[in-house]
């Protein structure tokens, strides 16, 4: 649940967004997923993101809890509810609006 209340100095407090971007090993469409993923967080999140990479192969486990059947995957756990992206992430809009980062950032 997230906390909407007032911080003493005034701001509300700053949502976190959980992300986990599974990959299949050091491909070259991993590898720009990743450094799309980066960007957009730098450019909208704010410092407000933690982004977990996971190897789809090493993790069969957490793979299949996610329902993950293609890699690159982008999954939001946070905030809810969890929205997923299949792709390099190339398209920052259809990233953010993937995301729903317009609605929350704002």
């Known amino acids: ?3 909407e209340q007032t911080r003493s100095d ?3 407090p700053r949502e976190t967004w959980e992300l986990r971007l599974y990959v299949a090993g050091q491909t070259p469409n ?3 997923a990743f450094k799309n993923l980066k960007q957009i967080c730098e450019e909208h999140l704010k410092d407000q993101d933690t982004i977990e990479v996971i190897g789809r192969l090493e993790n069969p486990q957490l793979a ?3 329902q993950i059947v293609a890699v690159p995957t982008l999954v939001r756990k946070l905030p809810p509810p969890v929205r997923k992206i299949v792709g390099n992430l190339a398209d920052e809009e ?3 609006v993937g995301l729903d980062v317009r609605r929350h950032a704002s």
Do not use: T, Y
């Open 1 to 3: 649940m997230h906390d």
């Open 10 to 12: 005034g701001e509300q």
């Open 30 to 32: 991993s590898i720009k």
């Open 64 to 66: 299949a809890g996610d």
């Open 94 to 96: 259809r990233v953010l």
